[in-house]
């Protein structure tokens, strides 16, 4: 056996029974020894890291790459902060389409620009052309009067503002990507991931839903992988609208099911089906995040993404089809109804291993959190959100909520499993400036969010390798560097746990392996 033998390096395994190592051996794809167990085998290769820490390559559990990619290519109206020079850029973007076309635009954010825009506006600079344009959430758009005109009349509307389902609706009016356009902006975005130390992802819905591109999204996939061209390895939630009605055997116990009955679990080490993601709300950003109080200084409390009772069925039957759950949940209100139905799905059918999952659990009061660690719920958070856009989600909270905002001390004390993910491209996705915030709980402004959700150093990696993995059901083969396992790590050059916290977030990703190959040398090549 001729193993890839890294030595002269700090090794931060993640595995409690061996932390800290000096030589590792990879063959095959997979860990072999550590320490003495290879430094006396045959090597192909010996790779002198010259002191460098490494770490099992980071776990994203929540991204939507398609969507990444697809916005690299968009033409965007940020950084703008007049309504005129979004509409200059708008006009830019609708002179590059021929009379008829669809004019996709992303980059906008209400907020920089003091109100929404309007249809009437778009209409001004339009030319015939059916415009949308993205809200930086994923959960709001806004249309000209070309789209709005092509809507259901039943569908909400605000001088082109749409939200949620509404959103939804204009979306599916849009010819659906090619799987070959797909494929090409996934690979982007993996690349991305795999230079910020990102080995492996949880695509939060596909096929449908909020952010679904093509009813046969998963063929970009495993286009993707049958060329070569998948850069990291992907686990793919499918939205919860692609469940349908089935007739089965009455003592299999299926209402509802993705044809032919696949389901979480189905798939290779290098792109699988996952969870079944729900939405149950909005987002803050959007101020549709459905909470139980309005939001500060206003009368609005956010949104249900559908009347509560469907919401809830649909959790539970994807439950009893046997599907681990990714159930998006931001609000208060929302949790409620997540673990509710959760709570529901597990009498009816017991399963105590169904992982399921909690998506963002922005806002979780304090009585909320002995459930989820009843329930066995995991939450999967983004700490980049608050990086970024805390000083506003704490405004909009108030001082009572603000501290109950994407917790990280109140879950682990409960035991509660905190999963880190980025949601890209919403914000940034690395996630060393991630572990960052949950140490340090400051916004890019100095500003302390929750400063007693702090974690350690150590529990915000685990976030981000041991309980990603967890989370993904990959906990057998990847999340520490144990032999046996896959031999997909992160190169740093310098060690997170040993530098000011202030420094996290700037340390350097040397090298991403996946799969035992050094992914910088593989995409030189």
């Known amino acids: 056996m001729l193993c890839t033998r890294l030595t002269n390096a700090n090794i931060l395994t993640m595995d409690p029974d061996r932390p800290v190592a000096h030589d590792l051996g990879m063959w095959q794809g997979r860990i072999v020894g550590l320490d003495e167990e290879v430094t006396a085998l045959p090597s192909r290769e010996v790779v002198d890291l010259q002191g460098a820490t490494v770490l099992p390559g980071f776990i994203d559990s929540h991204v939507h790459l398609a969507w990444t990619g697809l916005k690299a290519s968009t033409p965007s109206v940020a950084p703008c902060e007049r309504i005129e020079d979004v509409l200059a850029a708008v006009a830019d973007a609708v002179s590059r389409k021929a009379p008829g076309a669809w004019v996709d635009l992303a980059g906008y954010d209400q907020r920089a620009l003091g109100r929404h825009l309007t249809a009437a506006e778009l209409d001004r600079v339009s030319d015939g052309r059916r415009v949308f344009l993205m809200h930086d959430s994923g959960h709001a758009c806004v249309v000209n009067s070309a789209v709005l005109g092509l809507l259901p009349a039943d569908v909400p509307r605000q001088d082109g503002f ?29 690349r991305a991931c795999l230079a910020e130390g990102v080995t492996a992802c949880a695509e939060a819905g596909i096929g449908g839903g909020l952010l ?6 998963l063929g970009a996939y495993q286009l993707l992988r049958e060329q070569g061209r998948l850069p990291l390895r992907v686990q ?3 939205a919860g609208d692609t469940l349908r009605p089935l007739t089965t055997h009455r003592d299999d116990g299926i209402p509802r099911a993705l044809d032919l009955g696949m389901r979480t679990g189905f798939g290779d080490d290098w792109l699988s089906l996952g969870a079944l993601k729900i939405y149950t709300d909005g987002g803050m950003m959007a101020r549709t995040a459905a909470l139980t109080t309005p939001y500060e200084g206003t009368t609005r409390a956010g949104q249900l993404q559908d009347d509560p009772d469907r ?5 539970v039957d994807g439950h009893l089809a046997g599907w681990q759950l990714a159930v998006h949940a931001i609000g208060d209100r929302a949790a409620d109804l997540a673990l509710d139905a959760l709570e529901r799905a597990q009498k009816l059918r017991p399963r105590p291993d169904a992982r399921h999952r909690i998506e963002h ?12 660690a009843r329930l066995g719920v995991s939450a999967v958070i983004q700490p980049n959100f608050l990086r ?12 009572l909520r603000a501290p109950w905002m994407y917790r990280g001390r109140g879950f682990l004390d409960h035991g509660v499993t905190v999963v880190g993910s980025s949601d890209r491209p919403v914000t940034d996705g690395s996630p060393l400036r991630a572990v960052q915030f949950m140490v340090e ?16 150093v150590d529990e915000a990696l685990r976030a981000y390798t041991v309980a990603g993995a967890y989370a993904c059901r990959w906990d057998g083969s990847a999340g520490s560097l144990t032999p046996g396992k896959r ?4 190169v740093l050059g310098d060690d997170p746990t040993h530098v000011d916290t202030s420094r996290i977030g700037d340390i350097e990703v040397l090298s991403t392996f996946v799969d035992g190959r050094d992914t910088k040398q593989v995409t030189r090549s």
Do not use: C, K, N
Not at 212 to 217: A, D, I, L, N, T
Not at 311 to 315: K, P, S
């Open 388 to 399: 970024y856009f805390g000083d506003d989600y704490a405004t909009v909270m108030g001082e």
């Open 212 to 217: 679904g591109h093509s009813p046969v999204e």
């Open 487 to 490: 031999a997909d790590l992160v």
């Open 236 to 238: 793919l939630m499918a």
């Open 311 to 315: 919401l809830a069925d649909l959790i």
């Open 361 to 372: 659990a922005g806002l979780v009061r304090p009585d909320q959190l002995p459930r989820f």
């Open 162 to 190: 749409l939200v949620e389902g509404a959103m939804t609706a204009a979306r599916r009016l849009r010819p659906a990507y090619s799987q070959a356009e797909l494929a090409d902006a996934i690979e982007h975005a993996g």
């Open 441 to 456: 709980r400051a916004s890019v402004s100095g500003r302390l969010i929750g400063p007693d959700e702090s974690v350690t």
